[in-house]
């Protein structure tokens, strides 16, 4: 049996996840891929807090250079941040040392320069953990889908946001008091600016990117909206229309080699869709591709377990598995996105109530102005009314004129596009919805 010696950079949430699964699946990994692994040294900012596992404390220190001066065959990267987690990893790498990390940004930021880097080195940067939690997407992508042409990738890649979305959706709650039980229970930050903002799916966005299409996208290139102007009626009358909203975050790339096209932000996704029923804190990724057609794993997107999974996998894929592809990354065109046509979901909260023929008012309105409505929904509101569409065709120039032209009073409207087409209406959306469950 070979051992092979492992230093693990930080004992947090993902970090102590890591150390269980090494002590309790060691049998299991042992028997499977034949190699012993063994902690040898634990980076913490702290030696002095209180640790979640036992019999840690001889293998804690807070000097990098001690690891290094010891030398180890892996470095496991569970601290986050960009520095100084970039410079330990590159110092390991430099030292030929493997790497393993689950650092979203750093690896969304840097990691094209340090696959190259550990190219050059002859060891690996593995990094499946920072997608997707304990789902293999970046496995997947890299070793099971080499020989198709990869067009898009949707998903639903931040836990928090689609918890958020399911309470909010499923118990007509309002955003603040989702997002503070989310706090409560864990599945937020004190700060949800990276989460409810987009920030971090985009992160993960630009990962799936470069590996599904070879191009490098910076994050700030990425169109992003958050979900908190989202209110519980805009998810009721969505649903009505044959939707759910979700989080999404979706990457196009327009012929090989082609323009690519990244956003993350709210996105109506039909309810015959397999990302629609993705509730909670679970993800999911969706890839479609010529020859395979689509592919969507589904699996918990964070957490102690699913991460730690996601690391210890990577760590026996070292030593088990063929080296990923060596990618010819580029940097691609980035198309605009928010102003592209197609159709689109629009929802107006109105000054007043709505009376019973608005529907019938609305489409009949919008045929005169030269665009129409797929369907029409509408809640006539104790105070105030809110009515939504899906337009079929989508100009800008629509944004400035529509409630006018629909004669509403509009306290505020917004747009969100759709993921597809839009869906067919009245029975025979019935029954592509019961045919998809
Ligand atoms: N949590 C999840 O569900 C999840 C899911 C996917 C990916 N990730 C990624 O995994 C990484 C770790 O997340 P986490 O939730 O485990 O974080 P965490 O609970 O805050 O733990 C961070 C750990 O790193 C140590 N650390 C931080 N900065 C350090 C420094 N400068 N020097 C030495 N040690 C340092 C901390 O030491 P002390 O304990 O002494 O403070 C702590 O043990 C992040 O990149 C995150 O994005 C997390």
Same mark, same amino acid.
């Given at each position: ?10 004992l ?5 996840g ?32 209180k ?13 990098f ?17 960009v ?24 690896? =969304?930021?840097?990691? #094209?320069? /340090?696959?190259? $880097? &550990?190219?050059?080195?002859? @060891?690996?940067?593995?990094y499946? *953990?920072?997608v ?49 039980e ?19 799916? =985009?992160?993960?966005? #630009?990962? /799936?990117?470069? $590996? &599904?299409?070879?191009?490098? @996208?910076?994050?700030?290139?990425? *169109? ?5 102007d ?38 109506l ?16 990724i ?35 598995l ?17 102003e592209?046509?197609g ?10 109530r ?39 065709r989508w ?43």
């Amino acid at each position: 049996m070979d051992r092979i010696d492992v230093a693990l950079l930080g004992l947090g949430t993902v970090g102590t996840g890591v150390y269980k699964m090494l002590q309790s699946n060691q049998d299991v990994i042992a028997r499977r891929t034949g190699l012993l692994f063994e902690v040898k040294h634990i980076l913490v900012r702290d030696p002095n807090k209180k640790r979640k596992v036992d019999g840690v404390q001889h293998l804690l220190t807070t000097r990098f250079e001690e690891i290094m001066a010891t030398g180890v065959d892996v470095v496991m990267e569970a601290m986050g941040g960009v520095e100084p987690a970039r410079t330990y990893i590159e110092r390991a790498i430099r030292t030929r040392c493997h790497v393993v990390t689950a650092n979203k940004e750093l690896i =969304a930021k840097h990691g #094209a320069e /340090l696959e190259k $880097l &550990a190219r050059e080195h002859g @060891v690996q940067l593995l990094y499946e *953990a920072s997608v997707g939690g304990g789902i293999p997407v970046l496995g997947t992508l890299q070793h099971f889908l080499k020989a198709n042409r990869i067009m898009r990738v949707s998903g639903i890649l931040n836990g928090t946001t689609n918890f958020i979305l399911t309470q909010m959706g499923e118990h007509q709650r309002p955003f603040e008091e989702v997002l503070a039980e989310a706090q409560r229970r864990g599945y937020a930050e004190a700060d949800p600016t990276a989460d409810v903002e987009g920030l971090d799916a =985009a992160h993960k966005l #630009a990962i /799936l990117s470069r $590996l &599904a299409f070879g191009a490098v @996208v910076s994050v700030d290139e990425i *169109a992003r909206r958050g979900i908190t102007d989202i209110s519980p009626e805009e998810l009721e009358l969505a649903h009505r229309l044959g939707y759910k909203i979700k989080l999404l975050a979706k990457a196009e790339q327009f012929g090989e080699e082609g323009p690519v096209a990244l956003q993350v932000g709210p996105t109506l996704v039909p309810l015959s869709h397999p990302l629609a029923g993705i509730n909670g804190v679970y993800n999911a990724i969706h890839v479609e591709a010529d020859t395979v057609q689509d592919v969507t794993l589904v699996g918990q997107g964070a957490g102690e377990q699913p991460t730690a999974s996601a690391m210890v996998e990577d760590l026996c894929n070292l030593f088990r598995l063929p080296l990923p592809r060596p990618l010819p990354y580029r940097r691609p065109l980035v198309l605009p996105v928010w102003e592209e046509g197609g159709a689109r979901f629009a929802f107006i909260e109105t000054k007043d109530r709505l009376g019973s023929d608005i529907s019938h008012q609305v489409k009949e309105r919008l045929k005169r102005f030269g665009t129409s409505a797929v369907d029409v929904a509408w809640l006539p509101g104790a105070e105030r009314g809110a009515l939504a569409l899906i337009l079929r065709r989508w100009d800008p120039s629509l944004e400035e004129k529509l409630t006018e032209e629909l004669g509403l009073e509009a306290e505020r409207v917004v747009f969100r596009p759709l993921l597809g087409m839009p869906e067919p209406v009245g029975e025979e959306r019935e029954e592509k919805i019961s045919s998809a469950q």
